[in-house]
């Protein structure tokens, strides 16, 4: 299994581009989520989903949509992005079902610059 | 909504001594799940330990392991015999059991000195 992949690794955005940011996983994982990582805040949720049509908002989802059309793959898109939005983005999945203690795997990350 | 504190930016260890990282959490709600993820220069996520809240058993896997005070929310990690490969950053985070909010604390760096 090649577990939670991601890419690009590395991005520079100008403001007011646009980009997708592709996170998928081979583990048949009914959750899979998004998370920002800022200096000295730790993880934070921007959005998640819990199986395939189904997504949600985090703690700081503006900025972001989200879709969920298979259960391997769930992209997160900039559609205008913002100097605020540099960062370390996380994909992560996990299974979600009953009292199952719920573990994620995390992908690599993707460091983003919005100059 | 919860919220999950380490106090502790920065913690340093000599070689093969051990060493303990702090964390609390506040919450309202009775079962959940805990964890302890170190991050490396690689940055990439990686699983230490975990606790279910409802078991009174304090987790352990191999040289690390946790002292869970549910009363007193808290959940620090003890890491024995410290290896240099330990340095990293380590996250506590908290998860609700029915729904999948995740929090994190902020992170402790941790550097191992030979």
């Known amino acids: 299994n090649a577990g939670v992949t991601q890419t690009p690794k590395f991005q520079v955005l100008k403001t007011g581009q646009s980009m997708t940011l592709q996170c998928a996983q081979d583990?048949?994982?009914?959750?899979m989520s998004w998370y920002r990582q800022d200096p000295g805040m730790g993880l934070r949720l921007i959005h998640y989903s819990v199986g395939a049509g189904i997504t949600d908002q985090g703690e700081v989802p503006n900025g972001y949509n989200v879709s969920r059309s298979t259960t391997e793959d769930f992209p997160l898109r900039l559609l205008s992005a913002a100097p605020s939005q540099t960062s370390v983005y996380f994909c992560?999945?996990?299974f979600g079902d009953g009292l199952v203690l719920r573990q994620q795997y995390f992908g690599p990350g993707t460091r983003l610059t919005v100059t | 909504a919860q919220t999950v504190t380490q106090s502790q930016p920065e913690m340093s260890v000599q070689e093969a001594e051990t060493v303990t990282l702090s964390c609390t959490y506040d919450?309202?709600?009775?079962?959940?799940?805990l964890f302890w993820y170190k991050q490396p220069p690689s940055r990439q996520m990686i699983l230490v330990i975990r606790q279910e809240a409802y078991k009174q058993q304090n987790a352990t896997e191999n040289r690390f392991s946790v002292n869970f005070q549910k009363a007193a929310k808290s959940f620090s990690l003890k890491i024995s015999d410290s290896q240099l490969g330990d340095a990293a950053m380590y996250f506590c985070?908290?998860?609700?059991?029915?729904?999948?909010?995740?929090?994190f604390g902020a992170g402790t760096r941790l550097t191992v000195k030979p």
């Open positions: 992560a999945s996990s």
């Open positions: 583990m048949n994982h009914e959750y």
């Open positions: 985070a908290y998860r609700s059991w029915d729904n999948n909010d995740m929090r």
């Open positions: 919450t309202s709600e009775s079962d959940y799940y």
